[in-house]
């Protein structure tokens, strides 16, 4: 028989492509991240690996900036140097062997050092959403890092040294608005229902239905129905406590029995559903305090004309909010067990509902961007409409900057000293390391003769620095013996795994999806454990 | 020109230091020597299960980690959707096998690699090649296939008569599984630390949707999509052929369909890519999370062939949705594994002649080692399988309740005779190996 024409949308290219990511970020995280620009300093094996897992899902482009040659050791940690480019230019030699992974993907290189173009090329680094920094040491890392802390362009560093790593991510500000949770209850608002939904529940009398009836009736009716009859002989009050609720769920359960031949009772699912949203979906939904700090914070009641769209659209929540007293309705039902006419009733009641708040917001964010004299399209309708589905998830992460750290003298550690295998340790001893390459202009260990008279000194390094920061600790010495061991070798298993982990978040920063690190990220794959430190 | 040796190459520089020198952390069998690295340039041979986002991944790290003999096996071919992180394929290669092209990449990009592709189901290969290898790794998005893997690494185990286990004959298993951005590592010794079957409960259950709400009370798109897959296409058998996902007329059939069932019941979000997602039963992937765990795992195989660090004990997990997470613990090995406890139990016999069913029986209700409570025993004799006594069902209880009377020797059952015994006590059944005390001769 002859086929059907197709009559589907057609789906072109990019969009098979890049289907199984399209699932996790959607088509607006995508284009956001076709717009990108990531600069790379250094294309050392963690470099490369980094862009690898930037270029492969499709940024808009990189540039590497490098002044190096490519070495014979390079090429035995890095897979994007090919074997007979001893001697090229490294920057010039990754670029080509990364393009060849995404045709849609732009990239070029700039054969000089960062040390060189912080000094000469001024505004360099701005044209750039990220920046990320491999095998950058302090005599580097510290003007670079002040320079775009003040040009506000987020900074990644990196390090890779044996079988330790080190993520640290720079952001001045960074919003997030889908954060994606694992787990959420679901958004109901059966404590206080609106006139829509309330009509529709109300409407629905439990104890009239027959047996079949019954048997379909959505769990949110069931619930809703003793709620009421919960409130009416309680004064009103919504059951919180667990004995409370426990009342509710009896009356519940007395409901749902049924009976069937030899008297024996049987709880249909949908009453079981109905208990198990009583545990959680009858008490009202708090706005989650990482929500309450940003409906307060000062870009939020002191908007400017350079008040990014996140603030303006966080300013018309916060109006809403007033008005309302809740957050706007996601919109969106759980699966449950009902027929289809009444579950699809509730879902169009919900989704109604989160249209009318989305129009709301977007209405006052309108009107907030006029009163700035900001143009008529400073915030999308798209935009609002994930906002407001999301605006349970906001979040707002303010960083550090590094050079900051580097010449803090009162750096608090002293929670994470108490226990001795915190991975803190590490963190202590790679900033030793650091000093000790500002001082000796190589890594400890480095050479084979060296390793005992190099571990003295990096020892007495690191008990310097405790010092500084006033902490008399004393460091385990097998850890720096083992770190004087690596010999600053770069082991590409680990670097590929730090790849993987520093792309991601160099992904969540321009999609500004899920919640990136905050701010110091420790990978000991001696373990195989990490850890987050905020710095 | 004379050539330098290998392992004298420059390249190598980064290994040697954690080879040669060294370390607090290594496992104590450890000793530096230049061999080591020798072993891995030249001897050690990995095979690698699966050339898709891990294992493209897998191939580069221990391709770069200095191993040089590695197999690589998988029955697939390349699809586009394949491109946003099976970083060593490109669009002319579309349609091609994956262990082909991945093979000839690495060998091509790195010098003296010898990857040897091969382009089938797993279950093609018997155990002589499986046992060719020194370590194998996993990177496989199928828990059957992984399920198969682990029972015959297992099945290469040798035990000696006393169920003492020959250490030689562990080949480790070092697995990495992905989905969106969540994974995990593990390393399996088996035998001796958890197998995929000691930790099966670890596994989602797969979505399903029942039948009479998909029929009856459809509610979500879904319902509609499986709806058209499971009922209408058998019924229509719209193209005369098994439903494919991978054909876009296919594809296309079942969405058109799905969407008038959706509108005929208001239901909305029916999408071309949702369709897609329900029908191929599509998991989410990334190129980064992909990355995170095949180094994990390179690594991990790294430590086990060189002793340079302690492997992992055995099992981590990963999650970088809200910053990064990992979590490493140690997976119980289950006594009662179907698959690696399952080695035959000995059982000493002192006198077959004299020894009846029934005293087996009790002897396995009152050991210490067995406490069963109610078992049922059946056994090979000659090729052909023969039930001793079953009790649980009273038809074959009553045929067979003769046997309990009779002896070992009357029942036909010799010295190294394996039973399988099945009770409630365990959900898998137990292999007994009855060992004689007396030989044969004197039973004769
Ligand atoms: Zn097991």
């Known amino acids: ?535 | 020109m004379e050539e330098v040796k290998e392992s004298h190459q420059k390249r190598w520089i980064h290994l040697k230091k954690v080879l040669e020198r060294p370390g607090p952390f290594t496992h104590p069998e450890f000793e530096p020597s230049p061999d080591i690295l020798d072993f891995i340039l030249s001897t050690c041979k990995i095979l690698i299960i699966g050339a898709g986002g891990l294992g493209c991944e897998l191939l580069k790290d221990l391709a770069m980690m200095g191993f040089k003999h590695i197999d690589i096996i998988d029955m697939d071919i390349i699809d586009l959707s394949n491109l946003n992180r099976q970083f060593l394929f490109r669009h002319k290669d579309i349609g091609v096998s994956k262990a082909q092209v991945a093979a000839n990449y690495i060998n091509a990009r790195i010098a003296g690699c010898q990857v040897t592709p091969h382009c089938c189901p797993i279950e093609d290969k018997k155990e002589d090649f499986y046992r060719g290898f020194h370590i194998i790794v996993c990177g496989l998005d199928s828990i059957t296939a992984r399920r198969w893997i682990n029972g015959m690494v297992v099945s290469l185990l040798n035990y000696d008569d006393n169920g003492v286990l020959d250490q030689s004959s562990i080949i480790p298993l070092v697995d990495g599984g992905t989905e969106g951005f969540k994974g995990n590592a593990r390393v399996i010794l088996p035998g001796m630390t958890a197998c995929v079957e000691c930790t099966l409960d670890l596994y989602p259950p797969q979505v399903t949707y029942p039948l009479c709400t998909i029929a009856n009370t459809p509610r979500l798109p879904e319902h509609c999509v499986e709806y058209v897959k499971v009922v209408q296409w058998p019924k229509e058998n719209p193209f005369g052929v098994a439903l494919d996902g991978d054909d876009a007329q296919h594809t296309t059939w079942i969405y058109e369909k799905a969407l008038e069932r959706a509108n005929q019941f208001n239901i909305h979000g029916v999408t071309f890519r949702l369709v897609q997602g329900v029908v191929k039963n599509i998991i989410p992937a990334v190129a980064s999370t992909n990355a995170v765990i095949s180094a994990v795992c390179a690594t991990e195989v790294f430590k086990l062939a060189t002793s340079c660090c302690t492997p992992l004990n055995n099992f981590m997990v990963f999650n970088d949705i809200d910053g990064i997470y990992t979590y490493a613990y140690e997976a119980e090995k289950k006594d009662n594994c179907t698959v690696c406890s399952n080695i035959p139990h000995p059982v000493d016999i002192d006198d077959p002649c004299k020894m009846k069913l029934k005293d087996l029986i009790d002897f396995l209700c009152e050991n210490i080692k067995f406490q069963m409570k109610n078992p049922g025993l059946t056994t090979t004799i000659d090729g052909k399988s023969k039930t001793l006594y079953i009790p649980t069902i009273k038809m074959i209880e009553e045929r067979t309740r003769p046997n309990l009377s009779k002896t070992l020797i009357d029942l036909g059952l010799r010295d190294g005779q394996e039973i399988v015994v099945a009770d409630v006590t365990t959900p898998t059944s137990v292999i007994i190996k009855l060992r004689y005390t007396i030989s044969d001769v004197e039973i004769n």
């Open chain 1, 1 to 535: 028989m002859s086929s059907p024409a197709p009559k589907s949308p057609e789906q072109n290219e990019k969009s098979k492509k890049y289907d199984r990511q399209l699932r996790l970020w959607g088509d607006h995280g995508q284009k956001l991240l076709e717009n990108s620009k990531v600069c790379l300093i250094n294309a050392t094996a963690l470099g490369t690996e980094i862009l690898k897992s930037l270029i492969l899902p499709g940024i808009g482009s990189f540039t590497i900036v490098d002044g190096e040659k490519v070495s014979e050791e390079d090429i035995g940690s890095n897979f994007f140097l090919e074997n007979d480019s001893v001697g090229l230019p490294r920057a010039h030699v990754a670029t080509q062997c990364l393009l060849e992974l995404n045709p849609d993907v732009r990239g070029d290189y700039i054969d000089e050092s960062a040390e060189h173009i912080i000094s000469n090329t001024q505004n360099f680094f701005k044209n750039f959403d990220v920046v990320i920094a491999t095998a950058v040491h302090e005599k580097v890392l510290l003007p670079l890092s002040k320079h775009l802390w003040e040009c506000d362009v987020p900074l990644v560093v990196c390090h890779s040294i044996g079988f330790l790593g080190y993520i640290r991510l720079q952001i001045k500000e960074h919003t997030v608005i889908e954060a994606h949770p694992d787990s959420e209850s679901p958004d109901l608002r059966l404590d206080k229902p609106w006139t829509a939904l309330k009509g529709y529940l109300d409407s629905i009398n439990i104890e009239q239905l027959d047996q079949k009836e019954k048997s379909h009736v959505p769990p949110l009716a069931i619930l809703h129905y003793y709620l009421t009859k919960y409130k009416n002989s309680h004064n009103g009050a919504l059951p919180s406590k667990r004995a409370e609720k426990e009342v509710l769920k009896q009356m519940i359960r007395d409901s749902g029995h049924s009976e069937e031949g030899n008297n024996r009772f049987i709880l249909e699912e949908n009453f079981e559903q109905a208990l198990h949203y009583a545990n959680s979906c009858v008490t009202p939904r708090p706005i989650p305090d990482h929500v309450k700090a940003i409906l307060d914070d000062d870009s939020c009641t002191n908007l400017t004309q350079n008040s990014s769209s996140f603030w303006i659209m966080s300013a018309a929540l916060r109006e809403l909010v007033q008005a309302e007293g809740e957050l706007p309705v996601k919109g969106t039902l759980p699966d449950m067990a009902a027929d289809t006419l009444s579950y699809v009733t509730l879902q169009n009641i919900y989704r109604k509902r989160a249209e009318h708040h989305a129009e709301s917001v977007y209405r006052r964010a309108q009107q907030i961007a006029r009163n700035l004299g900001l143009p008529q399209d400073w915030v999308t309708e798209s935009e609002v409409k994930y906002f407001c589905k999301h605006a349970s998830e906001l979040h707002v992460i303010r960083g550090s900057c590094i050079a900051n750290e580097y010449q803090k003298s009162n750096l608090d550690l002293s929670s994470y000293l108490e226990d001795p295998d915190c991975l803190i340790f590490y963190y202590i001893i790679l900033r030793g390391l650091e000093r000790f390459i500002s001082e000796y202009n190589v890594y400890p260990g480095q050479l084979d003769d060296q390793v005992e008279p190099d571990l003295l000194k990096l020892k007495g390094i690191i008990g310097k620095l405790l010092n500084e920061w006033g902490y008399s600790h004393v460091l385990r010495d097998e850890r720096v013996h083992e770190v004087c061991r690596y010999g600053g070798a770069e082991l590409h298993s680990v670097s590929a795994i730090l790849g993987g982990c520093a792309a991601q978040e160099v992904i969540k920063i321009i999609t500004h999806q899920y919640k990136p690190l905050n701010n110091t990220f420790i990978y000991d794959a001696i373990n195989t454990t990490s850890a987050t430190f905020c710095l």
